[in-house]
């Protein structure tokens, strides 16, 4: 069982930033891929970003490259996402997941969801 609890979500102007980050607790292997998914008003639920828990390749959707950045720090069991120029569109309850396996695209794939925190974009 992993265990995931989400932080860093609030209201932030347009063009401003904010870090997310992702705790992560109990069976953390080197296995493990992690993602960050959102959720506008009235959306699905849509991947965002993603990375193996181990290093290497990051996977971002095509609206965020370039403004966003996906990280991990292992020794803390912590996931990030760094969200700069936002904009209203960005609106959205933002998740962290796991999956056992290579990072993807698709939220079915993912086994370990957290709670979400709310980030709000004004313009």
């Known amino acids: 069982q992993v265990q995931l609890v989400e932080s860093g979500g609030g209201l932030v102007q347009a063009g401003g930033s904010l870090r997310l980050a992702c705790a992560a607790s109990?069976?953390?292997?080197?296995?493990?891929?992690m993602g960050w998914f959102r959720q506008g008003p009235g959306k699905e639920r849509e991947f965002v970003a993603a990375?193996?828990?181990?290093?290497?390749?990051?996977y971002y959707t095509d609206s965020v490259k370039g403004r966003f950045t996906i990280s991990r720090e292992n020794a803390k069991n912590t996931l990030y996402l760094q969200m700069n120029m936002l904009k209203p569109e960005d609106t959205a309850v933002y998740y962290c997941?796991?999956?056992?396996?290579?990072?993807?695209?698709?939220?079915?794939?993912?086994?370990?969801w957290g709670q979400g925190t709310q980030v709000t974009v004004s313009s």
């Open positions: 997941a796991a999956r056992i396996g290579l990072p993807r695209h698709e939220a079915g794939l993912y086994d370990y």
């Open positions: 990375i193996k828990w181990s290093g290497g390749s990051t």
């Open positions: 109990g069976r953390i292997f080197s296995s493990i891929a």
